[in-house]
């Protein structure tokens, strides 16, 4: 890959109203892709498949390096509740990985199809480092397809407001939100951020209004002109004349 490619897919929760570039384009999600797993989790507790409440064991497999912090941590035990709140909140890895052990990469696949994501995927858990004998990525996906699992994430289902408050304890803002003047508190924003080398994404829901994903992919070495890619993006699905600054 030679330049970057920046893919944006928006939809205004009022009046349907929907806007993208290179949407169809499928791309390497980072962090994004963990996601799928957070609404697979959710619907599970929804359902009583899962209790949030269940214990789950660290294993040694499931510590990884990268972001997060239960790898620092003493605790080898903490609930499904806790560690998608982990996932969500700080994107711990370590926290990821035992919930995909918990229930599958499979899953969570079958449940983002049944979902209407039949182009975006978990490939892998998290790995880092991640070796020529691994799959390429994590995750893959579309930002028409993550747009609409944002607008889902906005609805009143259980499981959607189980996801969405997740998503509200997102400690990074530093990729679309980041030059929007904002609200931290209150629920103006709940999204997911992905950052890999040469990768850049966010998906989420913006001052209650505008779900949207921007996702942007370059070469490595390309990290400063993706963020002030998506950091621009920001800018644009904010602007004053959508009335959301």
Request: charged share 20%.
């Given at each position: 890959?030679?330049?970057?490619?920046?893919?944006?897919?928006?939809?205004?929760?009022?009046?349907?109203?929907?806007?993208?570039?290179?949407?169809?384009?499928?791309?390497?999600?980072?962090?994004?892709?963990?996601?799928?797993?957070?609404?697979?989790?959710?619907?599970?507790?929804?359902?009583?498949?899962?209790?949030?409440?269940?214990?789950?064991?660290?294993?040694?497999?499931?510590?990884?390096?990268?972001?997060?912090?239960?790898?620092?941590?003493?605790?080898?035990?903490?609930?499904?509740?806790?560690?998608?709140?982990?996932?969500?909140?700080?994107?711990?890895?370590?926290?990821?990985?035992?919930?995909?052990?918990?229930?599958?990469?499979?899953?969570?696949?079958?449940?983002?199809?049944?979902?209407?994501?039949?182009?975006?995927?978990?490939?892998?858990?998290?790995?880092?480092?991640?070796?020529?004998?691994?799959?390429?990525?994590?995750?893959?996906?579309?930002?028409?397809?993550?747009?609409?699992?944002?607008?889902?994430?906005?609805?009143?289902?259980?499981?959607?407001?189980?996801?969405?408050?997740w998503m509200r304890q997102n400690t990074d803002h530093s990729l679309v939100p980041a030059l929007v003047r904002h609200d931290p508190e209150g629920g103006w924003l709940a999204n997911k951020t992905g950052?890999?080398?040469?990768?850049?994404?966010?998906?989420?829901?913006?001052?209650?209004?505008?779900?949207?994903?921007?996702?942007?992919?370059?070469?490595?070495?390309?990290?400063?002109?993706?963020?002030?890619?998506?950091?621009?993006?920001?800018?644009?699905?904010?602007?004053?004349?959508?009335?959301?600054?």
């Open positions: 890959m030679n330049a970057i490619t920046l893919a944006v897919a928006t939809r205004d929760l009022l009046t349907g109203e929907a806007h993208g570039v290179n949407e169809d384009v499928e791309l390497p999600l980072a962090s994004v892709g963990k996601l799928l797993l957070l609404a697979e989790v959710a619907m599970s507790i929804e359902g009583g498949i899962l209790g949030a409440d269940e214990p789950v064991e660290l294993l040694d497999d499931d510590y990884c390096a990268g972001s997060g912090l239960l790898t620092s941590l003493a605790n080898r035990a903490w609930t499904v509740g806790d560690l998608a709140l982990l996932t969500a909140a700080i994107s711990d890895n370590t926290a990821t990985n035992a919930l995909l052990r918990r229930v599958g990469v499979e899953r969570v696949n079958a449940a983002a199809a049944a979902l209407g994501l039949s182009r975006t995927r978990l490939l892998d858990r998290v790995r880092e480092p991640r070796g020529p004998e691994h799959p390429p990525t994590f995750a893959i996906g579309t930002a028409a397809e993550l747009v609409s699992l944002a607008v889902l994430v906005s609805g009143e289902e259980g499981w959607q407001v189980l996801m969405r408050g950052t890999d080398d040469g990768v850049r994404t966010d998906v989420g829901i913006m001052s209650g209004r505008v779900a949207y994903a921007v996702l942007a992919c370059g070469p490595p070495g390309s990290d400063h002109e993706l963020a002030t890619a998506v950091r621009q993006a920001g800018l644009a699905i904010a602007s004053p004349e959508r009335g959301l600054q």
